[in-house]
């Protein structure tokens, strides 16, 4: 790895470290006003069950998501090289699962302060760090990302 690579990679895992800090903040922010102004939405049982859904839907795709990039072949790269695992629906299926995560423990907690803050978390994820991050990858590894990234619009 050359020295310029290393400074894109180090960027990169910056970006994701924030991107993900913010999901943490908000979910500790929702937990505490939670404790604090106790708010519930549902009376139903239902409810459970369908955050159990979404808190094992979202740590596979996290998990799926992490196991295919980490397996990306970087030589002769193509659009179809980005194009593999979640990745062929979604540029950002980690930043999905953690939504998705974060929504779950919500829903399951019956928390109105962590349901309304993880929406919060994935736009400010969405809007900063994930165009941050898509504008390195462009720079790193050029024209196939870019057709990649017109390829796949989620």
Known sequence: MDERENTQNAKI???LAH??????ATLLLGVLLDFLYPQKLFSD????QVGTVFLGFSTALIFWAQHTSR???ITNLTKESFCRGPYR???TPTHWGLFFLMLG?????NSLYV???SFVAFLVTKFIFIKQEEDVLAEKYGQPYLEYKKSVKL
């Open 115 to 117: 349901i309304g803050l």
């Open 45 to 48: 049982s239902i409810m459970i």
């Open 89 to 91: 629906c979604t540029r």
């Open 105 to 109: 423990f919500g829903i399951v907690a």
């Open 13 to 15: 895992h910056k970006i």
């Open 71 to 73: 397996n990306l072949d």
């Open 19 to 24: 991107s993900y800090s913010i999901y943490l």
